[in-house]
């Protein structure tokens, strides 16, 4: 409407025009006044001839008229002073409304982008976290059938890009999914929201105590391989040694089998070049060499005690030792790829009822591809 108004107001309109030809006219003709009304007339009623001095015929006959002319132009000017300020309020009006319209306008600009920005980080985060969640299994299957080793939990190099869609503007954000998802925006914010931090808690956790465990497990292994290799040490030295200090036969073949059967599994994890390729089996040389040792040694002592080597006891105490810290890193590991399967299961197939196996609640990989749906569809409308 001030649109329609200004471009009337910028016109020359029929009044305008009127005025200035009017005062136009009646200038022009003041100056045909004098000789016109002067002449001799046949009517005497106009008939003007008869008068005073010639200057004073001409001003008062020629001023009337000016003046009647001029009181148009004034008239007129202040007429076009109000169109004038009308013009300028009206314009003024318009500029406040393109304004305010140039701000919504880069206001949805800005809401709408945040949008896709947030739409585009969410799919290379869906696509991250399957991957993490692949990863996640292998490494719980691995650490539930190689619990006595170092297992390392790999992890993607994008695994940090989730603290970095948090960090975004929340208000922002929240503000671009009223604006722009049509219905039921604060729940699938929320959705998003708290799924998104779940899983930035949840791999930092993860990662945190796995490389606590791994660091740990690295310790306690090579621990548990040096207190092998000294007691090993200690049946050696006996053998070497039985020219000065005798042993009986069931001991010597008792320690010639402890360090056969040792180096049997140790053997298993070479190349052909007598390089280590993988870390030692510690359950099966526990489960093993060290059991029928001391399983061998004790019905020795307890069947024929003179034919026992007192020796074997610290021996036994060393491999006793050893078979339950072995135990404990197991159990360790498997309470640690229990966790991981936990997570595991919650990433990617929910929660289920015990009683019916239904699902009782989605997978936050599904409730992350819902969210980004809902944005995606609200992008291309």
Not at 174 to 191: A, E, L, P
């Amino acid at each position: 409407m001030e649109e329609k108004e200004i471009q009337k107001l910028t016109v020359w309109n029929w009044f305008s025009i009127l005025c200035i030809f009017v005062a136009v006219i009646l200038v022009i003709f003041s100056f045909f006044a004098p000789s016109y009304l002067v002449d001799p007339a046949k009517d005497i009623r106009y008939d003007f001839s008869q008068t005073g001095q010639i200057g004073d015929t001409i001003g008062g006959i020629m001023n009337p008229f000016i003046a009647l002319a001029g009181v148009i132009i004034t008239f007129l000017a202040f007429w076009i002073q109000f169109k004038a300020n009308r013009l300028q309020y009206l314009q003024n009006v318009k500029n406040r409304k393109d304004d305010e319209e140039l701000r919504r306008a880069e206001a949805d600009k800005y809401l709408k982008d945040n949008l896709r920005l947030v739409h585009f980080d969410l799919k290379e985060i869906i696509r991250d976290v399957k991957t993490n969640s692949g990863l996640l299994k292998k490494y719980y299957e691995i650490e539930r059938s190689k619990p006595v080793q170092t297992n390392i939990l790999r992890r993607t190099p994008n695994s940090g890009n989730i603290d970095k869609i948090l960090k975004m503007n929340r208000l922002a954000v929240f503000n671009s999914f009223q604006k722009f998802i049509s219905h039921d925006s604060g729940t699938v914010f929320g959705r998003y929201q708290n799924s998104m931090e779940y899983v930035s808690s949840m791999f930092k956790n993860l990662y945190s105590v796995q490389d606590n465990h791994g660091s740990k497990r690295y310790k306690e292994v090579k621990k548990i391989n040096s207190v092998c290799k000294n007691a090993l040490d200690l049946a050696s030295e006996i053998l070497d040694n039985t020219t000065s200090q005798p042993v009986s036969v069931e001991v010597k073949n008792l320690l010639d089998k402890l360090i056969v059967e040792y180096y049997e599994v140790i053997d298993e994890h070479k190349d052909k070049k007598g390089n280590l390729t993988s870390q030692p089996d510690l359950i099966k040389i526990s489960e093993n060499a060290l059991f029928n040792f001391l399983k061998t040694s004790r019905e020795i002592k307890e069947k024929s005690p003179n034919k026992y080597d007192n020796r074997l006891s610290k021996i036994e105490n060393i491999i006793s030792k050893t078979r339950k810290q072995i135990w404990v890193v197991k159990q360790d590991s498997l309470s640690i790829a229990k966790d991981v399967e936990d997570q595991y299961e919650l990433l990617v197939n929910g929660i289920r009822n015990d009683e019916d196996g239904s699902k009782s609640q989605k997978s936050i990989i599904e409730l992350l591809e819902s969210v980004e749906k809902e944005i995606r569809i609200a992008l291309d409308e």
